[in-house]
């Protein structure tokens, strides 16, 4: 069964803005990754963020996770259009053996 | 840009042909994943390997094949394609001790 899910499916935002996406997973965690997936290639691992940890920053990017309601976000500051892409939260499955990626969100940074 | 690769990039191949997917990674990674997906689409795990001579199947039903006969190669085989079989096949490998997955260019798969 999957254990992340993302909101929005898609995003199309305006060169400048910020892009919010979300990732609710369904059981407990050690860790949450996001990753960045461009079109026609391989992901890109962003950033990790802890169970005990609430917020994490890095560059433009700020996650921040609520285990109490089982979701995370990943927000882009300032978005350039080479932010384009699909982006992916992981988290290990049922077993804690392997990951397992939700379905992600494809932003859209118009210039 | 992590040290995994892919090849081929692209392939176009007719039905019943067998072919081979080739997966290498030169960072000494013990564990190695092969994900199936669809054109923006989520990543379905089809198989995956804790080490040589280990292969476990994943949680996607796939009619391929994999072998694991040194740390660094992973290859993927389907003995007979079918257009169902049409899809990006990524490779990915990671550490036992750390999180961080690191993941191949991929392979776009088109099956006539």
């Known amino acids: 069964s999957q254990q992340g899910e993302e909101d929005p499916q898609a995003l199309s935002i305006q060169e400048g803005e910020n892009a919010t996406m979300n990732c609710s997973y369904k059981t407990s965690i050690n860790n949450l990754q996001w990753y960045r997936q461009n079109s026609g290639r391989g992901l890109v691992h962003l950033i990790l963020i802890r169970s005990n940890e609430r917020e994490k920053h890095s560059g433009r990017l700020r996650v921040t996770l609520d285990t109490s309601k089982k979701s995370s976000s990943l927000l882009i500051t300032a978005s350039r259009a080479a932010d384009t892409a699909s982006y992916f939260c992981?988290?290990?499955?049922?077993?804690?053996?392997?990951?397992?990626f939700g379905p992600g969100t494809r932003l859209s940074v118009l210039p | 840009e992590a040290d995994i690769y892919q090849t081929p990039r692209y392939l176009v191949i007719g039905t019943g042909k067998k072919i081979t997917l080739e997966c290498s990674q030169t960072m000494g990674h013990d564990k190695m994943y092969w994900y199936q997906q669809d054109p923006g689409m989520e990543l379905h795990l089809i198989h995956y390997?804790?080490?040589?001579?280990?292969?476990e199947k994943g949680d996607l039903s796939s009619e391929s094949t994999v072998s694991r006969i040194r740390t660094e190669h992973f290859p993927l085989t389907l003995e007979s394609a079918r257009p169902s079989h049409t899809s990006q096949y990524l490779c990915?490998?990671?550490?036992?001790?750390?999180?961080?997955?690191?993941f191949g260019p991929g392979t776009r798969l088109l099956v006539l």
């Open positions: 990915a490998s990671r550490t036992g001790g750390r999180e961080t997955q690191y």
């Open positions: 992981a988290t290990y499955d049922n077993y804690g053996q392997n990951f397992v």
């Open positions: 390997s804790y080490g040589v001579n280990s292969t």
